[in-house]
């Protein structure tokens, strides 16, 4: 299978831990992005990477989020001492690098439940 | 700010029914519009786009036509099936980023 993988699919932590999410894209694609989707809600952006740089964060990315791509393949997405309203689906999509509008292939999502 | 509204759902309809889902947008700029769906236990899933006005998207029997004037991007079936029960998010991208802005999705359900 040569979609976006994403792992893992499912977390349940207590509140106050730390979780990290991993994204794998598909390999010739050099852009990466990452949603939260909670229930009921369309999914919403929360950053991304042009090859290892990070290009643009959302507000919603508070500072204990954050992520990487330390070598312009595969994403890490952690978030820091967990609250429950971090519950949610994390989503990570990528494309590849184009004029225009170049289509997002999403993976199927990790869901994070925080007690 | 850029934003998609969409029609509320669940959208309940019988097999051959005729299906309209709308979806309204506000944007600076000239975005691209999409629609996306969600089959029960997948991902995201494009579904089709229109990057300019008057342009019209089409797959899987699935229609949407780019109306700048109003707006909109409604998404229309002639005649849906079982298996088109899924949830559908209308999105829109602007051209110097290609982040997605989604709606809210509407739940289908098709009855046989």
């Known amino acids: 299978d040569t979609g976006v993988s994403q792992n893992p699919r499912h977390k349940i932590t207590k509140r106050g831990q730390n979780v990290t999410f991993r994204c794998d894209p598909i390999s010739e694609h050099n852009r990466l992005y990452w949603y939260r989707q909670t229930l009921g809600q369309g999914p919403e952006f929360l950053t991304y990477?042009?090859?290892?740089?990070?290009?643009?964060k959302s507000r919603l990315l508070s500072d204990r989020f954050s992520a990487e791509r330390p070598k312009g393949s595969f994403s890490t997405l952690e978030i820091q001492r967990t609250e429950q309203g971090d519950s949610a689906m994390y989503l990570c999509?990528?494309?590849?690098?184009?004029?225009?509008?170049?289509?997002?292939?999403f993976g199927p999502g990790t869901r994070l439940t925080v007690l | 700010g850029n934003s998609v509204t969409q029609m509320e759902g669940p959208v309940t309809l019988s097999e051959e029914a005729f299906l309209t889902i709308n979806c309204t947008y506000t944007a600076t700029g000239y975005p691209s519009l999409f629609w996306y769906v969600q089959y029960p236990g997948e991902g995201l899933q494009l579904l089709l786009k229109a990057t300019k006005a008057d342009d019209k998207g089409s797959n899987k029997g699935f229609e949407a036509t780019y109306r700048k004037e109003t707006t909109s991007f409604h998404l229309e079936k002639g005649s849906v099936q079982v298996s088109d029960s899924a949830v559908y998010f209308c999105?829109?991208?602007?051209?110097?980023?290609?982040?997605?802005?989604f709606g809210t999705g509407t739940r289908l359900q098709v009855f046989p």
């Open positions: 999509a990528s494309s590849p690098e184009g004029q225009g509008y170049n289509e997002q292939f």
């Open positions: 999105a829109l991208s602007l051209y110097n980023t290609d982040k997605l802005i």
């Open positions: 990477f042009q090859n290892e740089a990070q290009l643009e």
